[in-house]
């Protein structure tokens, strides 16, 4: 019989590993451009209220930028801050020759509209890709946004450099949030992949599923997509973050994603963890977008 290590046959996709690689060679460009012009990216990160995981999420990023060479404005703003006090210093932002990204960190609170604020935000600064004219692009044949949105551009990032090709193949995508499911199936029709969305009204999301060269899995569902759901050999990323009870843990919880994951490993040919699979990937998309922007900007100018 054979033991459990020799079943699991996927290999591991890496995100963290790989997304380190990025973040290196993210850094030794932003040494050169910091030689040849004397300047760094600049990423501007606006935060509003003490929500702990939003507060989280921004020091990692800043974190993250001081790490490749990346210089951090940061506004840090009180919960009961005003939309138009917020609009300012987004406005601001977009002035200022030195920052080259705009991160506005979501959830913003009840009383602000986050699509007014996010449409203020220039185009040439839109690091997270939401700016409308980005995603319009994006869905364009023969069109090239300035940004791609970082979670999708991550996802991508993994099939690449695990040598996953996906010209002809069949992809699958689970969920069709805009953060994500949307512009990640835009992304794959770029790469010339057959794409079909599966969402909350799809009619037997198992067969569709089963026939996928390739599964994104991004609908916010713990553990929904089973391992025999998955063609053997398929490639499989998982971008779900779900928080399940887990009274083993001092935190009385655990985080899956949207894939079974002990079954996949047995079915699937690639599979990404959680954590330690897409996660690593966005922040290192979101320095990558940054570094392009001030390129463009500094070998124009």
């Given at each position: 019989m054979a033991s459990e290590d020799e079943e699991k046959k996927a290999t591991i996709i890496d995100g963290k590993a790989i997304a380190q690689t990025i973040r290196f060679e993210i850094g030794s460009e932003v040494r050169v451009l910091s030689e040849k012009y004397n300047k760094v990216p600049g990423l501007g990160v606006?935060?509003?209220?003490?929500r702990k995981d939003s507060q989280s999420y921004v020091n990692m990023k800043r974190k993250a930028c001081a790490e490749a060479g990346i210089k951090s404005f940061d506004i840090d703003l009180p919960e009961q801050v005003s939309e138009d006090e917020l609009i300012q210093k987004v406005h601001y932002l977009n002035q200022h020759p030195d920052v080259h990204g705009i991160l506005v960190q979501l959830p913003l609170p009840g009383h602000i509209n986050e699509e007014k604020v996010l449409t203020e935000i220039s185009i040439h600064k839109d690091v997270d890709g939401f700016h409308p004219l980005n995603i319009g692009k994006l869905a364009m044949k023969?069109?090239?946004?300035l940004f791609q949105p970082c979670t999708p551009k991550g996802c991508l990032e993994l099939l690449k450099r695990?040598?996953?090709?996906?010209?002809?193949k069949r992809a699958v995508v689970v969920g069709r949030s805009n953060i994500v499911g949307l512009p990640v199936s835009l992304l794959l029709l770029k790469?010339?992949?057959?794409?079909?969305?599966?969402?909350?009204?799809?009619?037997?999301s198992e067969t569709i599923i089963r026939q996928a060269d390739i599964i994104i899995a991004a609908a916010g569902q713990p553990n929904m997509v089973k391992g025999d759901w998955i063609k053997p050999g398929a490639a499989v990323i998982d971008v779900g973050t779900n928080a399940v009870d887990d009274p083993s843990r001092k935190s009385g919880f655990?985080?899956?994603?949207?894939?079974?994951?002990?079954q996949?490993?047995?079915v699937a040919g690639w599979v990404t963890?959680?954590?330690?699979?897409?996660?690593?990937m966005t922040v290192a998309m979101l320095l990558k977008n940054t570094l392009d922007s001030a390129k463009r900007k500094i070998e124009q100018s």
């Open positions: 606006v935060i509003v209220g003490n023969g069109r090239e946004p695990s040598g996953i090709t996906l010209k002809g790469a010339d992949a057959t794409v079909t969305v599966v969402h909350s009204h799809t009619c037997d655990r985080l899956v994603g949207d894939v079974d994951f002990e996949a490993c047995k963890p959680v954590p330690g699979g897409v996660g690593p």
